[in-house]
């Protein structure tokens, strides 16, 4: 696209482009402005007049976006990742609250059919323990 093209875009979408750089936090705000002021030093040196007028145009769309954001006190727009961490986060709070569920059905539906006994290898294990504690009762009373 030429310069004279772009001129003309950003002077057609001045209001747009305003309103677009408004929701941008104000620290890449401030960067624009800076990589402007940095770009116009060197079109100055190079006397690129089209990139000079392109330039200025760009650097009052920013400061107009910060005075327009500062005024109205528009919050900034979430980056794409800051929505995606937050989709991520509601997704696992969502499966840890189904996986909670099923687990109290699951749990309320096995007692409800198997009533608490206890096990085999238990009461086996007490038999063991209290034929055990009778033999050493028998070795003390030997000796």
Known sequence: MSLAIRIRDCIDNHERYVAMMATLP?????KKLELVYIQSEIAEKTKNT?????LEVWH???IEARIYKAENEIPDAPNEIELAIADIETFVAKSEERQEIINEFSNTAYLSENPIKPSRSKVQQQDIDSQLSLFG???????
């Not at 104000?26 to 401030?30: M, P, Q, S, T, W």
């Not at 089209?50 to 392109?54: A, C, D, H, T, V």
């Open 137 to 143: 009762e028998v070795k003390q009373n030997e000796k």
């Open 50 to 54: 089209g990139s000079l007028e392109l």
């Open 60 to 62: 009052n769309q920013i």
């Open 26 to 30: 104000d620290r890449e705000l401030a």
